[in-house]
């Protein structure tokens, strides 16, 4: 397939795909037509959307393809039509942007009654997140005029005596840099909105990214013990699997302990707040970025996890064609020592097309199954 410019047809860059930065490599769209599963969107040269997609064939390249040719290849699910409307509306993409679009979409109920209950319980749980980072940043702050967490919850007070101290608390903390008390709040607000992705580490309970990177290092056990155990070719596929998952795990984990230490000492909050929010969103990019496209790959191997070694097999293979992969301005040398080609070799022998492209009929029971899965990330 070559360049065929505005003309909507599909085309195929024969090199290797090693993209150089995040942008470029795009970010995972939550698609349920199933050859657009885990597309990636990016914008060319000309700023217009394309998708990348692995090789039909399991072979080398990746495929690229302009929106508004994608209905002449495939047929698109009304929830695809939605998603897209609703990308098409941002000023920028990022993976929390797209997270956002496809929960709004999801929500509709348009991929059924679980999804959309799903969907809305995880809004819920962000919201209530985003309170709960914002009143540790808050006891934090009181610690500075020696108020505790249990000073705000004596026995006899009331939420409205509560609020009282703690703005009170908060207007001492304020004086303390010659700042209004209203803008120390705002500060407070915007890095409870920054850093809830992720979580603060003193939290009760994990951020949302912080978990996923728990649930990525479970991942790449699960898939290297069945590379240990499998007696099949297969075993190849599972090694790479883990291996790229590891690797993404150890930059995770050093962004996150970055992110850590950033927000350790409150004194940062009041002394140079706009310094620490540039620092915490860059690290939570960062994070987000590397960790794009893993939940759902994470969510396939457990929705597998009892199923026969025939099963693993044709899941391991579909994983390996959809990894996210680790962008040039990150990688280092952790994959140096496997053999690319051979892999390609076995995913070409085990790969499984799950819809038919040169006609554009849907598999349904992909369809169902991807749309099963969303029910169940979280």
């Known amino acids: ?16 795909f090693a993209p150089a930065t995040f942008e470029e490599r795009g970010v995972t769209v939550p698609f349920t037509t199933p050859l657009l599963s885990q597309a990636r969107l990016r914008r060319d040269q000309n700023e217009r959307f394309e998708f990348l997609l692995p090789n039909f064939t399991a072979g080398k390249g990746t495929y690229v393809l302009p929106w508004k040719g994608l209905p002449s290849v495939m047929t698109l699910t009304l929830h695809d039509r939605l998603l ?11 993976p929390e942007q797209i997270r956002s679009c496809a929960l709004s979409v999801q929500a509709t109920g348009v991929c059924g009654p679980d999804a959309a209950t799903r969907a809305s319980e995880l809004r819920d749980q962000d919201s209530q997140y985003l309170v709960l980072t914002q009143f540790i940043l808050v006891t934090e702050l009181l610690k500075l005029v020696n ?53 603060l580490p003193q939290a009760p309970k994990s951020g949302r990214l912080r978990t996923l990177s728990d649930r990525l290092h479970a991942f790449a ?118 053999d690319l080609d051979a892999i390609q070799r076995m995913q070409k022998k085990w790969v499984r097309v799950n819809q038919d492209w040169r006609t554009g009929v849907l598999d349904m029971d992909a369809v169902m199954r991807l749309e099963s899965l969303k029910a169940a990330m979280g």
Request: aromatic residues 4%; proline residues 5%.
């Open 1 to 16: 397939m070559t360049d065929q410019g505005d003309s909507g047809r599909t085309r195929k860059m024969m090199e290797d």
């Open 84 to 94: 897209f409307e609703e990308i098409e509306q941002l000023e920028t993409h990022s």
């Open 147 to 199: 108020i505790s967490a249990a000073d705000l919850l004596r026995p006899g007070m009331t939420a409205d005596d509560s609020k009282r101290v703690a703005r009170q608390a908060l207007a001492k903390v304020a004086s303390m840099v010659d700042i209004p008390p209203d803008d120390m709040t705002m500060r407070v607000d915007q890095l409870g909105e920054a850093v809830a992705p992720v979580g």
């Open 221 to 338: 056990q699960g898939t290297q013990h069945f590379a240990d155990t499998d007696p099949s070719e297969a075993a190849m596929l599972g090694t790479y699997v883990s291996t790229v998952a590891n690797h993404t795990l150890t930059l995770a984990r050093q962004r996150i302990g970055r992110l850590d230490a950033a927000c350790r000492d409150a004194r940062q909050i009041i002394n140079d707040a706009p310094k620490l929010h540039k620092a915490i969103q860059e690290y939570v990019a960062r994070i987000s970025w590397l960790l794009d496209g893993w939940e759902f790959l994470i969510a396939m191997w457990e929705s597998v996890r009892d199923e026969p070694s025939a099963t693993k097999q044709t899941t391991i293979t579909d994983i390996s064609r959809l990894l996210p992969m680790i962008p040039k301005e990150e990688i280092s040398h952790a994959t140096e020592n496997l």
